[in-house]
Structures are given as C-alpha cells and as structure tokens.
C-alpha cells in the first residue's frame, strides 16, 4: 500500500504521452481535441519578474509529471485539493488562504495567468499552494490514484458554445467519473458557469454519474467575485454554482 504522497504515481513506464507530446512514426505531431486552446504567452514586465523571482518555488515543471518526484511537490503530507483552470490565481490563492490545512494544486496552461498567480501568492503570503502548466484530463487520469483528493474545483470553464466544438467541453460523461473516482468518499467536486446551456448540460452529465449525488447549489462563500465572474453579470449572465459530493 502507497502511504502519504506515494499515491500520486510512481513508475512513470505506464504513463502515456502528455498532451502535445503525441507524434506520428515520421515525427508529425497529432492532433488532439483538448478542452482549452493555447493562449498567447507573452508575459508583462511585472509578470516577467514574478517568474524569475518565484517560479522555481511554486511553479512545478511539466517533466515532474513523467517522474516519481511528486511527492516533493509539497513540504508536507495534507489533503490536496485541485483547482482546474485557475486563469490568474483568485480562487486559488484564497482557497489557499481558506484552508491552510490542505495542500492545493491549480493547473493553469496559459503562463500569463500562472504569473500572475506568482504574485497572489507572494501577496497573500501562502505556502500550500503550488501551480503545474499541464493538461488536466490527462493529469487526473494518470496522476492520481482513486480517493486520493479531497475536493476538485472548476469554476467557469470554457463553455465551447457552438455546437461543433461541444466535444471540447471539459465536463462531460467520461471526465465526470474520472473526477468522482478520484475523490474521496465524501469529497467534493465544486463548479460554476455563467453559460445557461452548459449549466444544465452540466447538471445532467453530473446527475448522471452514479459515484455523485448533488446539483445546483449557493454561491460558494470562499469563491471569489473575478473580474471575469463581473463581467458575466454585467451583460445579464445568471451565475450558475454546483456541488457534487463522492457517495461511495
């Protein structure tokens, strides 16, 4: 049996290939349906210098996921929540602050963001949270064991509005059990959106996942109000919020 931060994989023989990492015989890189698009990567000067001041500390490099070093991502054993595209760091550094007892790690692939996290975090002066450039289907499948986190969250994610990009959606059947196998019994899965349609499409590939009981719920009280969540409400945008608990 694994103990403390064992259960975040070992031997990385059985990993498959990250994202972006998937290439023909003859060297050609295949395309992959991904629920994100690679954004720009420039950094501001301030961001620049939050990179080089801070990233070693709490930015955990991509190779790390092909390692069994995970356990070397936290200076402690903790409960570990995981925040799923955390953008510039504002939930993620006050569920930090929220629960100092637990480790939290955000996956954010777009580096502006994560830069600009470096200097929430730097700010508000927490130490339990680290932040990964990965792809985080793929890393909750071969990351972490069944019943290993505490609670996920996923706060607006991109609702791929038209009807031939549906298949990006993050939330869908087959990630919706990932997620709720990866939980542990009474854990919680956490999520917002302001899209109405991608709000009940959620509610009904979550009603349907037999490992979660839940639905729509309050606001949050430790979420936030973004500057994007802002601007949603502004042109009329009702905020849908979500809770999902692990039954078994």
């Given amino acids: 049996m694994r103990s403390g931060w064992d259960w975040v994989l070992g031997s990385n023989s059985s990993r498959p290939a990250?994202?972006?990492?998937?290439?023909?015989?003859?060297?050609?890189?295949?395309?992959?349906?991904?629920?994100?698009?690679?954004r720009g990567s420039r950094l501001t000067e301030k961001q620049a210098q939050a990179w080089v001041a801070s990233a070693d500390r709490w930015v955990i490099p991509e190779e790390s996921a092909d390692t069994s070093q995970v356990e070397?991502?936290?200076?402690?054993?903790?409960?570990?929540?995981?925040?799923?595209g955390s953008g510039i760091g504002e939930a993620a550094v006050a569920t930090a602050l929220a629960y100092p007892d637990h480790n939290v790690l955000a996956f954010e692939?777009?580096?502006?963001?994560?830069?600009?996290?470096?200097?929430?975090?730097?700010?508000?002066?927490?130490?339990?949270?680290?932040?990964i450039e990965l792809d985080a289907v793929w890393s909750l499948r071969h990351l972490f064991d069944e019943g290993s986190l505490a609670q996920v969250h996923t706060w607006f994610p991109d609702p791929w509005h038209k009807a031939r990009h549906h298949k990006r959606r993050l939330v869908g059947p087959d990630f919706a059990h990932t997620v709720a196998s990866?939980?542990?019994p009474g854990g919680v899965w956490r999520l917002a959106t302001d899209w109405a349609q991608y709000?009940?499409?959620?509610?009904?590939?979550?009603?349907?996942?037999?490992?979660?009981?839940?639905?729509?719920?309050?606001?949050?009280?430790?979420?936030?109000?973004?500057?994007?969540?802002?601007?949603g409400i502004n042109v009329g945008r009702e905020i849908c919020d979500l809770a999902y608990v692990r039954t078994s």
């Avoid at 580096?111 to 339990?128: C, Y």
């Avoid at 996942?209 to 639905?215: F, R, S, V, W």
């Fill in 18 to 38: 990250r994202p972006h990492h998937h290439f023909t015989e003859d060297g050609r890189r295949v395309r992959e349906v991904l629920s994100y698009s690679r």
């Fill in 72 to 84: 070397d991502w936290f200076d402690r054993t903790a409960p570990l929540i995981v925040e799923i």
């Fill in 109 to 131: 692939v777009w580096r502006p963001g994560v830069a600009e996290t470096l200097i929430r975090i730097e700010q508000a002066e927490v130490t339990n949270l680290r932040l």
């Fill in 182 to 184: 990866r939980l542990a």
């Fill in 199 to 231: 709000a009940e499409h959620m509610l009904e590939v979550l009603d349907a996942e037999p490992l979660l009981a839940g639905g729509a719920c309050e606001r949050w009280g430790t979420r936030p109000l973004t500057k994007f969540e802002r601007k």
